[in-house]
């Protein structure tokens, strides 16, 4: 009787390690892949923002015209970006938490009971990880939306059919850039909240 239940035990804790390992190593690549996305296109949009306003400005163009494209500033674009590195900080901690479940994984698969992480341990690196996503994309959200606005309110200040000599309304690359960056952080912080709830409500279950 002993010896049946404990290969029931050691079945039901290989099960659990295989979902875990299999989940953590799914969320790490994909958190992993979005984040230098992010990550790629942040550092895109700082390096194209300081590239314009270290621009020299050609003679003969109006001061108001020239002090704008000298800066370089896109009004709100500077929240977004700063939204996008929190976003991007707080994923490495998403990551860090799914490396950890794949370490949980090996544990339970592990001969000796001694190497076992205890249910309770489980379930809290399950719960920081949706915590820490939920996080994440709250801020990438919020600098989604800045983004955006800032494309939005760019585009129907753009008279039609006329040349347009103020630079703040011209809808620029970077300003894309930032965007996409959001959004990409936004897949990560989901991919990652989405495999920690799922193996939370099958432990449950």
Not at 70 to 86: C, M
Not at 90 to 95: A, S, T, Y
Request: proline fraction near 4%.
């Amino acid at each position: 009787m002993q010896t049946s239940e404990r290969q029931l035990l050691e079945s039901k804790l290989g099960k659990v390690g295989s979902v875990l390992r299999l989940t953590g190593w799914i969320g790490l690549c994909v958190q992993i892949a979005f984040g230098a996305i992010s990550l790629l296109m942040v550092l895109s949009a700082i390096l194209g923002r300081n590239f314009s306003q270290a621009a020299t400005v050609a003679p003969g163009v109006p001061p108001r015209v020239a002090d704008n494209l000298g800066l370089g500033l896109t009004p709100g674009i500077g929240v977004g970006i700063f939204w996008a590195v929190s976003g991007i900080v707080v994923l490495l901690c998403g990551i860090y938490f799914a490396f950890r479940q794949t370490r949980f994984a090996k544990r339970l698969r592990h001969a000796d009971t001694m190497q076992h992480p205890t249910k309770s341990q489980v379930i809290n690196i399950l719960r920081l990880g949706v915590i820490v996503g939920l996080v994440g994309m709250l801020l990438t959200i919020i600098g989604g939306g800045v983004s955006l606005g800032v494309l939005f309110s760019k585009a129907i200040a753009q008279p039609q059919g006329v040349a347009i000599y103020d630079p703040t309304r011209i809808i620029r690359p970077i300003d894309v850039v930032v965007a996409v960056a959001n959004i990409s952080g936004i897949a990560a912080h989901f991919m990652g909240t989405v495999g920690s709830l799922s193996v939370f409500e099958w432990l449950h279950r």
